[in-house]
Structure formats: structure tokens, C-alpha cells
């Protein structure tokens, strides 16, 4: 439902555009454009898509689905065959013309290509065997009779020949494979018949003559000749079968796979070899999504397409792979005790069990006599292969099956099909079901108990229609949730001694059935649900409110799964064939910053028992109230006694590392964030505990430049003394050949040499042997001796280059194929000075050069560091890129990177755990989040470690917070104090101080006017004026109810914020901003006819002036324009100038590259996601684009920003851009 578009360059994924609603079932490059794309799905659409504005340029409906389609080579049209047997022409230029060409019958249609050259022929093969030519230029059809009068074997795929004009290749069902005439109708060549059928088929154009043809069954391509009836060759290129094969036209060597296991690759065909794989995903509805119970970097799936996977989150890939066989549909999953097994239930009624280290099944069980929907595994123990699984099925029993036996324990017969089964986690031998009779059931089967009978405990009515899933509450025993078709979820008590209402709360706001489920657990009150609508819900059932919709999915929505020990990432599972990871930290930011400030005090955030929950559920949603956001989970207790455990921080770092490191992972999920506690370990001399292995954070990827060395040498030989099994000699292999990279890439030259030789390169290992010494090149050559041969393949020519110290070299190659974790490896070897070096000079000389070469070696390793992070950072992973520069000890840089992409909390950490100065924008920002929970003293704990805090901040805060006992710990004065201070700082022109005293006295129309006649003042101020200063003034205004003063007082105060912000914005190189709040500025002038101190034209300078980095060629353009238009002051003439020539002398390409990681904005983790579905897509109101990633709410509830646009604006401007006085 979405299109997937890879850059070449790097092979990574570029842009997203979720392109339709319904299934895709053909796509198209226009030959004459590569910035067009088309596409079409089976609900009778077809779209042409602008690729660099991902941007819909022309669509059509149709009168039925469309099932091929192919672009013309020329003019404006594209052919298409629907599932009727039509074939159109749309010519999309020509107001939308659609013309039937000629029909073959309904569903018959296979194979639709136009001719490459020839814009007037176009081809269809169809399901008997035979081939339609169409000529447009005289509406006249052709048939080649194929297999239509034999075996009647479908065409499976059909190419033009690029070197004639009239042959045709086809390929048949029963593996057949011919070559036709066009013109004479007839097969002129017939090759070898193939087991199994080809799939595709495409022309190997560097090769006259050759193609390639792939099946779905097997990985691997067979190259042929049109003059031969046998295969030349063959190239493995994967473990499953290829779907398509297509020709990249800029280089004729390279083809595009997809394969049948979802994953995409690139082959080059000369060298045989696959330069790109992606990661294997499910083909089909991913129907269920559970988390392994220990690591919750671990999670499975089950899916439509028969397969079980395990995958991990840190390396977005499928490590395990079980396969319930071809028409076992799997719609549930669960781990079993100890997760050393998994369950899935079938579409045919079948529970199978697996073992998760090795993939072996060990049951496959007949269960049910129609489909089973669900299955959740009750442990009996924690030993393996124990306990009972629960089943639902369309046969109308829920069914309890002993894990180790396979034998049926229970069956419980329903009125209908049974959907929803469910274990209640705190009460053994208690189990719920959701039925298609729209009613929930609580059985009981404990000992002595009801229930043993098959007759419910419990039974919940109030659905009306069938309920799909059951989930218990877990804190709370007695609460249980069900979501059905009816589009509700409702809460239910289901204590049996309960006598009042069960149905506690109905939440509606779903627009088709329910199905994901899942209660927080952590926060009582939050629950999530998906649907068939495509959403998210995120619910608090305590109000019945939907606190957040996500629309990001293109697909029903089924599964649902947090871990308990990082319960604000959630993950989801749709018919969209994707996973998606959610971060909900939001839901408790300001407990994370009050816990980052103060860990000590985390024992006042956690909740009490059940009954504190159970008693606000026991108000009706109107008039419940909800007591402060605590956590109530098992998981925060243990956080709690964890931090409680550790030894007290020293004076140079009050807080251990170990505390945060546990408090982050708990509340937030960055990709790698498991190597940054390990960074900063390092640089502050201390060693963490070790993670256990098997676990997340076991194997770190990131190290300290310190570390590098060794970790990549004990990397290398773990890879060669690791044993493969028999029959595994390639793999063998290759592990020594990527040991001896590693140990190249270390300047370790002899180990490099030795399993080179060992992985059966002699002569590569020879050639370099001198590099370590004559004897040790005789021993070699002693050994085995060749000729080397010659390769222009970069791991061929690494070698040569370290080994005649031009390690440059390498370091550039491994920059322009952007393997920059490489070359900063390199770039640290040589900076340590482990890698050979040229003939040897006079000792004076040598020691001049060794100290150039140090510092000139130091450079480059920072170079590759700030390459390698901007890689990161263009990629929206802040963390990741400011672990680069840590990894180099640029501490500040790293933590400055962290603010500057809207990651305060991590900034704040890193300041913290190295003793660094903290942003005082994110302590601004930081503060106001606890502000807005009442939480006044972590909010004066923030303000206080501001430079301005005890003399403006706290001040501030004391007169808004309404605890006046607490707030005399930040200001003794009281309102009449500072009222009385008003007269004497104005008398002594004290203008900052007068505006704050005016402010915290609530004299606000006073604070407004002397601050903005100071503001301007300051602003005119021939000798110039600084930001701090501008702040001192604005600091205090920005504190105003300013939606609630007079219209001259908001325009005023509006006007100089967005002044202040542009400047502010301009020195710190946000060029995002600049252009609105300039426009901004420009509105609020205008349309209030304020006398502003600072002239439009000065504005449009400093606009220009601020995006040259961006955009130099239109900032030179503006400014040439701003010098002939006659507006800007004569005096800032040769300011113009001067700023034209140095916009003309910026370094361009990786030098300024460099500098941009170290200043501007960086990208936020999530923000390049792709938009969902336009009628879902917001438009911000900033750029008129439309939102990718998080959108903002603005106050009007209605217009919208992108999120890192509002937490960017928020750094330079506290006011909303609708210019309405109200924060944003």
C-alpha cells in the first residue's frame, strides 16, 4: 500500500509515500522522466507520482481493478489491464482520456509490455498460453498462439528483444522458455524446459544476447544466450525466490531483485556477487506482535504468510525463521516459560510449537476443526516446554492444550465462534474468552473452583456485535477490557462477587471493528487500541478521552506489544505487512525530567495498589478526576530499588552514571542508546557492569577512541576461531577474510597477512607481507607462492593503500561508498600512528613529520567523526550522531548536537555525567514541561542551573507559582516589594530590572510598555546591541498573559519576540526558521501599522544572509535584487556587498559538510517518516508542505506545525506563529 523508494548511491531507503489504500498491483517508471512514478491498487485507482515533492501529479479511477500496467517509451500515455480482461490506454495529459484497446477475457491477463522503442506495439500474454500484439496506430490485434492450443500453460512473463524489432521472449508456466517472431507469428527458438517455472525474465544489455531468468522457488538468477538452449551460468543471490528482475538503464551490470520474502537486493552480474540485500520481511498481514518476556530488544511475529519471525529492534532484522508450512495462515503468537519455545495457532485449527534458539518445531497439533484465532501460553513454572495454551476457535470451543504433551486438557463449548482468549496474570487457572455472540466470559478452572464444568464465572454483555479481543488489566485484578465490531472497547469489572454495573466505561471513536488491544503497564488509566480504520487509539479510560489518534499505518491495525522494561515503546502490526515502533514518553515527560533531576526522590512517583485505580474507576467518566500521573507497574518499583542499591555520586559527579543509564532506558528509546552509558564510561574513566549476554546491550557497535582498537582486534579473532559446522567451508571463509579487514582496518598487517592466507588468498597475503618485514614475507613466500591478481574492487586495493601508507586513499573510498564507520576506524589507527608509514627520514626530519602528521592524523579522525555523525543526523538518529563525536571526545559538540535536535532530557545527561555548562535553552524548555504539571520545585531545580536563573528565571517562577511558601525559596520579595522597586529602576534607567519587577508585581500593561520603548531604544542603539541584553528584556514578556492584553500590547510584544527569534535563529544557523518568523515579523507589522525599529528590507538581509548556507545561489539573487530595489539604508550598502562575496566564497561539498554538523538544526529522531494517507496529513502552517513525522496542535485546535518545527521555534520564540499571544 505504500511505495518504497532506495537510493542506489548508498542502497538505503530514501522516502515512503503511502501511495493508496488498498493493495498495490503494479507499478511503473516513466521512461522520459525519472522524477515520475505510477501506481495502482485494487480499489480502481491509478496515481503518477512527483518523486522529489512526493507529490500526486495526475490519478484516475477506473471501472474496475487494474492488475499490470506498463509506461509508453513515448508521449504522455500508459497501458492498463484490469481484472475484467480490459486493456485501456490512459493518456493522463489530455484531461484524464481513457480508451478502451481490446479485452481478453476476465482474469486472464499476465504479462502487459509496451515495445521499448517502438511507442505503437504493445504485448499481452495471457492465463492460456497466448500472446496479443496491439498496434495502436491502426487499432489492429495479432495473436500468437503460444500454449493457447496445447497444455494451455499460462504466459508467466514476456521481454522485447533490445536488438530487434519484431522478437519476443516468453516464458511459460510449465517451464518452458521460447523465442517468437513477431512478424511471422511463429517460435523460432526453444530452449532447455526448466523444473520449475520462471517468474522473470530481463536482458542483460552489457552482454549482447544474454538475459537472466529467475523462479519464485529457489535464490538464485540463470544467465542465457539466445543461441543456446541451455543456461551459460547461474548466481546465487538469496536463500529464497525472486519475484522480479530489472535492469538499472545507467548501468547495464546491475539488476533490482525482489524477493519473495518481502526483501529487495541489487546484483551485480559481472562480478556475480550481490551488492545489496535488505532485511527479509513478512509478504502478508503481520496478524500478532509479542515481546520476548527477558529482552526487550526482542520481538516475534506471526503472520498470514505461514512464517514465525524473530527479530531485533536495535538491527531492524529477522534473526529466526520458522515456517508453518504452505497454507497454514498463523493469526496468534505466544512465548512460552523461559521463551525457550513459541506457539502460533493456524487457520486450519493447527497449534504449532517451536524452539526459538534453533527454529525446530516440536508440535504441530490439530486443534480446533476450523480456524484458531488466538493462543496465549499460562506457564506453570518457569521450565521448559510446561504449562497450557489457551485457544479460540471458529468451531466455537475455546480449547486448553498441555505444551509438553500436545494433549487437549479443555474444551469449552461456546454458542459461537470464539476469538479472544486471554490468562488472567495475576490469578492461576482464570482464563477469559471473546466470542462472536458480542460476549465476554471469565472461566475459572482452579482447584474447588466454578468453571470446571465449562460453565463461565463471569459473563460480560453489552457489545453488540462480535468481540474480537480480551485483555486483563495489569495492576488491577478485577478490570478486564474488550474491543469488538461494534467499534467500542469497553471496560468491564470482573470480580465475581461484584454486584453493580460491570460495563464501567464505553470508549467510542473508532470507525471499524476493534482489534489490537493492550492496557499500559505502567499508567492504570492508559490503554491502547487498533482497528480496521488504520488507527491508534491511545485512550484514557478513566475519562473515556482518546488522547491521541496515530494514522500511520496504511492497514488494520492487530497487534499491539510494549515490554514492562520499556513501557513508553510501543510496537504495532498491520495488514500493511509492516511494524512500526512508537515512543509514548510524552505520556510521562515531566516524571522523566523531575527522575533526570532529581533520582533520589523517584519514590514519589510511584503509585499505590489497586484500589487507588479501582476507585477513580468507580466514578463515571463525566465526573472523574485524575490524580497526578504516578506509575504503578512492577517494573518502576524495581527501577526504584535499583537506584536505591547504587553508591552516592562524588563531588565531580554528583549523579552515577549507572542511575541515569537505568532511568533512560526505562523511559526513552533511542536506537544505540545502549552504547552511549558505554561512551561516557569511558571518557569518565570508569567501567560499567557487564550485560548479560543474549540480551539488548550485549553487543555494543559503538566504541570510544580509546577502546576502538582492541574491541575491533578481539572482534577479529573471536570471528577467526569461530568453528562452523560440516559443510560450511564458504562461511568458514568469509569470516576469516572479514576478520583480516578488521585487523587491516586496526594496522594489525601481519594478522591481516595470516588470515588472508588462512581463508586460502595467498598471494593477496603475499604481496603484503613486506609491509611487515622481509623475513616475514620470505616465511610466507617459503609457503606458497603466485601472482597475484589484479582487481579494482576497494577490499583488493585496500591493502596496497595501508600497506604503502596512502591510507587516505582508503579513508576517501570508504567516505564516497558512505562506510564511514570504516573509515573512522581507519582514520583512528592512523591517527595513533599503527599503520606503516613512508621511508624513514633523518631523525630531526622524522620527528617534524611525525608531529605533522600526528596533528594532521587528529584532523582527519575528527573529519571522519563529523562526516559519520552528519550521516547519522541527516538520517533522523540525533543520538546516534552525537555518539560519533563522543566517540572522539567532543563532549560539548555531542551534547550541543542532542539540544540542537530536540533531545533535551539526553543533552541534559550528557552535560550532567561530564561536567559540561547545560544549555540554557533546554533548561528554559525543561522547566516549563514541569511547569505545566505542577511540578514547581524540579521546575526552580532546572531554573536554578540557569546563568540567568537566580537573578530573572526564579523570580519569574516565584510570581506564577501559586505555592507562595515554596516560592520564597527562589525570590524573597513579595508583589508589593517589587511593585515599589518599578519607580527607582526606571529613575536609574535599570530597564531590565524594571520590566521584571513590573511583571512579578502583575503589572502587566506597565511590563509591556517600558519593555517594548526599551526594546526599541536598545535596537537603535548606534554602538549596536547584544542577544543577552535583547533577553534580559524579553525574558520577562514572554511570562505575560499577553491573549489577555489589549491588541497594541500583543502586536508589540509579538513583533520584537519574532525579531529577537530571527536573530537568534540567524546566529545559530536555523535556517528553517528563518523565512517564517520573518514573515512573521512582516505581518504583524503590516497589518497592526506598527513603527518598528528595524526596517523590512534590514529583514529580508538578514533572511538571505542566514540561508546562504542552505542556499547560496537564491540568498545571492536576494540580495542583489534588495541592492537595485533601492529599500535598504544607503549605510548598509557595502554590508550587502560584502555579504554577497562571502555567500560566493563558501566551501562547498564534504568541507562544509563538516561545519554544518557543528551548528544549525539537526533532525529529529522520527521527523523523516513518511506522511500517512492524505486525507489524514496535516499541512503546517509554517511551510504549506505536508507534516512528515509528529505534527503539532496549535491552539486554535485546528492548524498544525511539524513537531521538530514547534520545539524548533519554541528555542528562539515562546509565542505561538498565529500571532495570537498564547505560548506555543
Known sequence: MALHIYRLKDCTLSKMIAAHERTITAICWSPDDSNLFASCSVSKRVAIWDLDNEEERFATKLADAPVLMDWACRGDKIAIALESGQVLLWEYTQ??????????????????????????????????GALHVYHTANGKKTLILGKSTTSKDSVTDAQWDPLSEDYLLVSFQDGSLSLYDVSSLREI??????????????????????????????????????????????????????????????????FLLSFKNSAVGVCDIAAK?????????????????????????????ASYDGYVKLWRISTSESHREMFAGVDQLLYGLAFGPGATHICAASNSGVLFIWKTDTGEQVLRQSVHTGQAYRCEWKSRG????????????????ACVTDAATGNLIRKIPHPGPVVGVEWHPKQDGVLATASQDGTVRIF????????????????????????????????????????????????????PRFTGAREIRTLVGHTNNVRGLLWHSELPFVLFSGSWDSTIRVWDVATGRCLHVCYEHHADVYGLAIHPQRPFFLVSSSRDTTLRFWIYEDLVRSLLVQCIVAPARLAELLGGGPEE??????????????PPRKLYGARSKELWAAIQQLPEGGAAYPVPLEAYKIICTFFMYRLGMEDLWGLLATIRGEILPPVPKGLAGAGRKVFHERELVACQKSKALELASTKGGMGIVGKQEERLLKAAQIMLRVGDIRSYCRFTAQAGHWERAICIAPAVSQKFWADLCNEYIETLSATTDIEECAPFWIATGKADLLIDACIERSELDKAFVIAKTEADGLLPSVPQLS????????????????????????????????????????????????????????????????????????GLPKDPVDLKLLAQCMERDSRWDAAGELLRQHPSGPTLHLPLLAARCPDKELAMQWSGWSAEQYQQAIPAALECGDMPSAVLSAVCAAEHTQAAEVGVEALTALLQRPEGWSIAEARSLMDPLECLPLQDMAVKDIANVLAFASYLGLVEASENNYHELVFPLAQTLRNIVMHQNLRFPVTMAEVTMLEATTTASHAPASSVLRLQELLASGELPEHLHPVCHQHIAEIQAMPTGRDAAQKSVYRGLGRMAGAQLPTCYKRYAKTSVLTNALIKGPAFELE?????????????????????????????
Open 843 to 914: 631523525a630531526a626530519s622524522a620527528a617534524c613529520a611525525a608531529s605533522a602528521v600526528g596533528d594532521d592524523s587528529r584532523l582527519k579522525l575528527e573529519a571522519v567523526a563529523a562526516n559519520l555523525a552528519q550521516l547519522h543526523s541527516d538520517s533522523g538518529e540525533p543520538l546516534q550522531a552525537s555518539m560519533c563525536l563522543l566517540a572522539v571526545s567532543q563532549g560539548e559538540h555531542a551534547a550541543s548536537l542532542l539540544s540542537r535536535s530536540h533531545e533535551p532530557v539526553l543533552a541534559y545527561v550528557v552535560c550532567d555525567l561530564l
Open 95 to 128: 484531461q484524464d482520456k481513457q480508451t478502451k484497446l481490446f479485452s481478453v477475457g476476465s482474469n486472464k491477463a499476465r504479462v502487459l509490455r509496451w515495445h521499448p522503442r517502438q511507442a505503437s506495439r504493445l504485448l499481452l500474454g495471457d492465463a492460456d
Open 444 to 495: 475459572n478452572f482452579a482447584d474447588g473452583q466454578g468453571g470446571t464444568d465449562g460453565k463461565p464465572q463471569v459473563i460480560l454483555q453489552g457489545h453488540t456485535a462480535r468481540v474480537f479481543n480480551v485483555t486483563y488489566h495489569p495492576v488491577c485484578p478485577d478490570l478486564v477490557a474488550s474491543g469488538s465490531d461494534d467499534k467500542t472497547v469497553r471496560i468491564w469489572n470482573c470480580n
Open 273 to 301: 556477487t550481490m551488492k545489496f540485500m535488505s532485511s527479509p520481511g513478512h509478504s502478508e498481514t503481520i496478524f500478532d506482535v509479542v515481546f520476548h518476556p527477558d529482552d526487550p530488544d526482542l520481538i516475534a511475529t
Open 382 to 397: 518457569r521450565h521448559s516446554g510446561t504449562g497450557e495454551i489457551a485457544t479460540g476457535g471458529a468451531d466455537g470451543f
Open 189 to 254: 527458438h526453444a530452449f532447455d524446459i526448466q523444473s520449475q517455472p520462471v517468474k522473470s525474465m530481463a536482458w542483460a544489455k552489457s552482454q549482447p544476447g544474454n538475459f537472466l531468468t529467475s523462479t519464485e522457488r529457489v535464490g538464485v538468477l540463470k544467465l542465457w544466450n539466445v543461441s543456446q538452449r541451455a543456461p551459460l551460468s547461474q548466481i546465487k543471490v538469496g536463500n529464497t525466490g525472486v519475484n522480479c528482475i530489472k535492469s538499472f538503464p545507467l548501468n547495464p551490470n546491475l
Open 1196 to 1224: 486554535d485546535r485546528k492548524l498544525h506545525v511539524s513537531l521538530p518545527d514547534a520545539l524548533a521555534w519554541a528555542r528562539v520564540n515562546a509565542f505561538s506563529p498565529l500571532n495570537t499571544g498564547c505560548k506555543i
Open 613 to 626: 485505580v479501582m476507585a477513580v474507576m468507580a466514578v463515571p467518566a463525566d465526573n472523574a478526576t485524575l
